[in-house]
């Protein structure tokens, strides 16, 4: 290993153990985080949930499980149980887009005024 590859190494493993400067580019990363993440949490438990209903809707029609379960008529159950499921999975989006674009708006000005003071440089 020569000279310039040795000094790159220790330069790197010393920055893991110095501290970072905090810097209004990792302030608005933070924010953009913070308007996201709800909206991406609701969105992919709330898909999972519908998903995971549309498919017990579907075992039920498809499967021996209403017998073991002791529904009558596993037909109209499992269909109305899918479609509740359907339903569930179809209005996500809308509802994604609809906790995002409040964020948006929540988080907005302060969004603009940092980036653009970051633009400015300064």
């Not at 493993?13 to 810097?23: C, F, G, L, N, S």
């Not at 021996?64 to 596993?74: H, S």
């Not at 499921?85 to 609809?98: D, E, H, I, R």
Request: proline residues 2%; charged residues 20%.
């Amino acid at each position: 290993m020569n000279k310039n590859d040795q000094e790159f190494l220790v330069q790197k493993i010393r920055t893991q153990y110095t501290e970072k400067e905090h810097t209004d580019l990792d302030e608005l990363k933070a924010l953009d985080v913070k308007v996201k993440r709800p909206a991406n949490v609701f969105a992919c438990t709330f898909g999972s949930i519908g998903a995971i209903i549309m498919g017990g809707g579907m075992s039920l029609v498809m499967t021996d499980i209403a017998d073991i379960v002791g529904i009558g008529n596993p037909m109209v159950s499992g269909i109305v149980i899918g479609v509740v499921g359907m339903l569930m999975a179809l209005v996500n989006y809308p509802l994604y887009k609809s906790i995002l674009g409040s964020r948006r708006q929540k988080y907005a000005d302060r969004i603009i005024a940092l980036s653009d003071q970051i633009m400015k440089g300064e």
